[in-house]
């Protein structure tokens, strides 16, 4: 039963302000903040924080208090770096949270908009539907046909009816995260954040940890087996050393500085920035990721399962067409014929009068521009009751009565099949109506039924099949094919990922749409009624070649997903109600419509779009693509600046040279490799060629073969390197420190040639986009350098002896020749890769 009051326009902007103010947010709890402090504490007892610690006390002991003042030094630098790349990453997750958080659609200042529900006060108007949360506490206003499963609260899983006003005259209340799971309603807020229901109960919610994603996983155990190692390593080091020369504290000075080399710290690092940057990223291109996981799942998606309404079109709906027997309308600046007033004016009836759905809003204005002046337009006539769409009744029914009548007036609108079915129309009548549906349908125009029927005396029938109806003709509405969408489906299959679109309209509709959209049509789409005729086997077959599925409904859209993964594919799904809920958990990257899709559809999806616009769709898959690129980028460079410094730690033991690198040389060089590893490879632009490659399998390993032998590589050559130049310096009668000053500036200039060789997968150095945090890192390592190289003081504390300018050279063209080597490197492992 409806039951309706005047509403109120709404507050004004200034005094909602006010009233925020005055309560605060509503929220339950506050989204804690990373602490600086605890933040601070974290970094202080990191492996490689207290690794340096270690070398500073034992260059004390040793009595070399420069040398341990100047690392101590270089270790607030390094860990000023690390807390300002945590907090970046803090920042950019919290920025997240606050666009993915639940909006509510209000009326302020008499008019509609969306905020976010944490900015709900008292006093606030909220227009609620089926599927969404429930904001805060209120006061219902008005309500149709409307229930809330108030299960969270209760413990009770019946919905509860809502109406308006009880027999007590009192409005019903509405309570904070309660479920409507039917019906419309408009309330007014009663009770915000810890005041609401659920406030005073407590924020169960607040607080749930994140599970790691399986990259997260993967990389936690090789960090662990790499550190494992490198301690296990770096204790036989310090035992060699000190039994070969007979000084424990420089043999535990050679072990800690092993240990620093092979402790793979950057690795979580890195990760935990790009995962968190790339889902801040995305939301600036209107895709909020509440799930970091579905950030490192897209790159490989293999089956796009879209909407029509919303995704393919512009959700822009526009009466284009209206027909019964014997007269037809066109939208071409043509007066609507007295022969289809009726029709219209139940097509106006049959819609909600504040409509929140398009086609209601279509309807409501063309009869409106149609039949103004006219008697058809009702006013003043109450609403008694409604029948709402089900899946067993594509067909809505909505009672009114008029102010001097006895009889209730039924108007009736839905499926033409349905509505045809309520008239219990005779074949020849349903065959006649049916080609027309099929005319306006291959137009590209979503069609609907619509009927009227009269009923006298009480209690209204339970089920509208009951009425006696009359078929008055159809309407025919266009929503237009966004005008990106057919660009970006064909960019879609470029890339080898496969779109299929899923719908309920009529299956002539839903293939014109399709072809302007740029989906396949040579296969004939199956229906929602094929697709309960048929078992799993046959549906297997038949998906190959499919790409439209039409009058499906929303349950079905499971099914479909099942079949979809059950071939091996991965699958995005969008969806907007809450019948779509359990495909969104299903698939693999469930995505939710953010402009039209309910709180229920946010909450089971991973991805919400903010525009509803396929477009932005395909931006994630190219955002996911480029993160999982970029990563393997990073960890190619971290593995290769590794090999050459765990190497030079351990060559001395062999050949019996003096230490080459020391504790402050491994922190100089962390300098470099963390801010190149957060900052260069992070801000990578995705390569052309990402979006031309097949997807990537999802089992495949972010560590995998290619990677690991990529970096192995390319750090065995710059070892290699350093190894015969430290050789032949010495044998050409160069000092020690001198020797050892050369090979660390063609280690430091390396490892730039390591960052730029690797920004392009295929080692392509000239096409590599502009990357402006390159140019400053690189700038900035050369200018340390040349002050460790060019003030006396801090030379004497890196052991280093000036090189003559003739050696400085060498360095140089040593170091590009390692850069062509690098780049040499990645385009065999591509070549080897095609062949």
Known sequence: MSQHSTLPEGLSAALARQRLAEDGPNELVAPGRYERLALAREIAAEPMVLLLLACGALYLVLGDRGEA??????????????????????????????????????????????????ELVRGDIVLVGEGD?????????????????????????????????????????????????????????????????????????????????????????????????????????????SVQRGDWLAGLLAGLTLAMAILPEEFPVVLTLFLGLGAWRLA?????????????????TTVLCVDKTGTLTANRMAVRRLWSDGALWQADGAPLQEELHALLEYAVLASHRRAFDPMETAIGTAGAALLANTEHLHADWRLVDDYPLSPQMLAMSRVWQSPDGNDFVIAAKGAPEAVMDLCHLPPAAVEAIGAQVALMAGLGLRVLGVARARFRGAPLPGNQHDFDFSFLGLVGLQDPVRPEVPAAIAECQAAGIRVVMITGDHPAT??????????????????????????????????????????????????????????????????????????????????????????????????????????????????????????????????????????????????????LLMPVHILFLQLIIDPACALVFEAEPVEGSVMRARPRDP?????????????????????????????LARRGGTADDAARALCFVVLVLSNLALIAANRSWDGRLLSAAPNPYFGWIAGATVAA??????????????????????????????????????AGISRAAVRAKRL
């Open 284 to 300: 600036r291109e209107q895709v909020l990721a509440r799930s970091i996981a579905a950030v490192e799942r897209l790159g490989a």
């Open 510 to 659: 839903a293939q014109a749409i399709a072809a302007q959209a740029g989906l396949a049509t040579d296969r004939e789409p199956i229906t929602g009624a094929q697709l309960d005729a048929m078992d799993d086997g046959q549906l297997r077959r038949r998906l190959p070649g499919t790409a439209v599925f039409c009058r499906v409904r929303p349950e079905q859209k499971l099914r479909l997903v099942q079949a979809f993964r059950a071939g091996g594919e991965v699958v995005a799904m969008t969806g907007d109600g809450v019948n779509d809920a359990p495909a969104l958990r299903a698939a693999d990257i469930g995505v939710a419509m953010g402009a039209r899709g309910t709180d229920v559809a946010r909450e089971a999806a991973a991805l919400v779009l903010v525009d509803d616009d396929f477009a932005s769709l395909l931006t994630a898959v190219r955002y996911g693509r480029r993160v999982f690129a970029n990563l393997r980028k990073a960890i190619v460079f971290i593995v290769a600046v590794h090999t050459p410094i765990v190497g030079l730690s351990v060559l001395p033991l062999v050949f019996g040279w003096p230490l």
């Open 699 to 727: 089992a495949a390993r972010l560590f995998d073969g290619e990677v690991l032998l990529r970096g192995l590589a390319q750090g065995a050559v710059l070892l290699a390197t350093l190894a015969a130049l430290f050789a």
């Open 785 to 822: 350098l040349a002050a460790v190289l060019g003030i006396p003081v801090v030379r004497q504390l890196f052991g280093f002896a000036a090189p003559g300018a003739p050696l400085l050279l060498l360095a140089v063209a040593l170091a590009a020749v390692n850069m062509l080597c690098f």
């Open 69 to 118: 003042l100047m690392l101590l030094g270089f270790v607030a630098v390094v860990a000023a770096i690390t807390f300002f790349q945590r907090r970046r990453t803090e920042r950019s997750l919290t920025a997240l949270r606050e666009l993915s958080s639940p909006r509510a659609l209000v009326l302020r200042e008499g008019g509609q908009c969306r905020i976010p529900a944490r």
């Open 133 to 241: 949360r429930v904001p805060a506490d209120m006061a219902l206003l008005e309500a149709s046909s409307l229930a809330v499963d108030e299960s969270m609260l209760t413990g009770e899983s019946v919905p509860v009816d809502k109406d308006a006003g009880g027999a007590d005259g009192e409005a019903a209340l509405l309570y904070s995260g309660t479920l409507v799971t039917r019906g419309s309603g408009r309330a007014r807020v009663t009770a915000t954040g810890p005041r609401s229901a659920l406030g005073r109960i407590g924020g169960a919610l607040a607080g749930v940890a994140a599970a790691p994603t399986p990259i997260q996983q993967q990389t936690q155990r090789v960090v662990k087996q790499v550190a494992a190692l490198g301690l296990l390593l770096a204790a036989v080091v310090a035992a060699v050393y």
